[in-house]
């Protein structure tokens, strides 16, 4: 069938299974809890949903931070309306996607969360001076993500209803500056956190671009927690009969004969040491290990 033929929904889907994955599940994952909440305020539940914003979303309290610590993370999944969802969701598709593509899902996640729960800990931290309020919303993990692509990508051109086309970087401080002017205004807007996510994500971008991949610290998790197998049981083949068809890569064998011993090393040295102490080629090596893993 010609693409010209596709209903809305088919192109609609052939363009959200074309998304990196990790993209994909956010977007899924919001828009999803959304329509719920929509469905259940649609049959009278309208109270129950102001519950969950209660007990999901963010107050910047300290003693409420501190013993439900959740909330850091749950708030960024809830939205107050249509437009609320919508612009969030539109600005991450049009930006998260080149970003996660450019850094992988591993870095976007943490580019991604790391702006969410830094805007709400700006926020937490600045509450005495401001209105300390419900807040729920995407918004400081998208800034963040906004500003990692400006950042990645700055003279890409944005194209804006009535606008010239404006250059990624000039767009995003636009945006920035628009909440730094309105910060004080009472439009129940969370601005407080818009700019700590825009900040979290700069810093976060500034940090992967001196070394520090973020990847390495997903595979350090999953190494330290992941079931130590039996000795003699199901594990890595051992190196014997090779299938006559498969090529042999130097490199590829490398990565294999080491993967074990040298990966625990490697892993024991950053437990101890800390990352930075390890040498450029056990950094190389982690790395690619990180990948096949």
């Known amino acids: 069938m010609s693409i010209y033929g596709d209903s809305f929904g088919s192109a609609l889907k052939r363009g959200y299974l074309g998304l990196p994955s990790a993209l994909r599940v956010i977007l899924l994952l919001n828009v999803a809890i959304f329509v719920l909440q929509a469905i259940v305020v649609a049959f009278g539940g309208g109270a129950l949903v102001s519950g969950l914003f209660n007990v999901f979303g963010f107050i910047p309290e300290w003693q409420i931070a501190l013993l439900q610590p ?46 969410g729960i830094g805007g709400a800990l700006i926020n937490l931290v600045l509450s005495p001076f401001f209105a300390a309020n419900v807040t729920i919303g995407a918004s400081g993990a998208v800034f963040g993500m906004m500003v990692a692509f400006a950042m990645l990508f700055p003279r890409i051109p944005i194209m804006l209803l009535f606008l010239p086309p404006i250059e990624a970087r000039f767009l995003v401080a636009g945006l920035i500056a628009i909440d ?105 090596l982690l790395f690619e290990l990180s990948k096949k893993n």
Do not use: C
């Not at 996607?97 to 702006?115: A, D, K, T, W």
């Not at 197998?229 to 890595?236: A, L, M, N």
């Open 70 to 115: 959740w909330r850091l993370v749950t708030y960024m999944f809830l939205h107050g309306s249509v437009l609320h969802v919508a612009f969030n969701m539109l600005w991450l598709w049009w930006m998260g996607r080149p970003v996660e593509q450019q850094l992988g899902p591993r870095n976007f996640l943490v580019i991604y969360f790391g702006s």
């Open 180 to 284: 730094l002017l309105f910060i004080s205004s009472a439009d129940n807007v969370a601005r407080i956190v818009h700019l700590g996510g825009a900040f979290w994500g700069y810093i976060l971008v500034k940090l992967y671009w001196q070394g520090y991949n973020y990847d390495l610290w997903f595979e350090l998790f999953r190494q330290r927690f992941k079931k130590k197998k039996v000795p003699g049981k199901s594990g890595p083949v051992s190196s014997g009969a090779r299938n006559p068809r498969m090529k042999k890569v130097a490199d590829a064998e490398i990565v294999e004969e080491y993967s074990q011993d040298d990966l625990d090393r490697i892993l024991d040295k950053i437990s101890k040491s800390g990352y930075e102490a390890l040498s450029a080629e056990e950094k190389r």
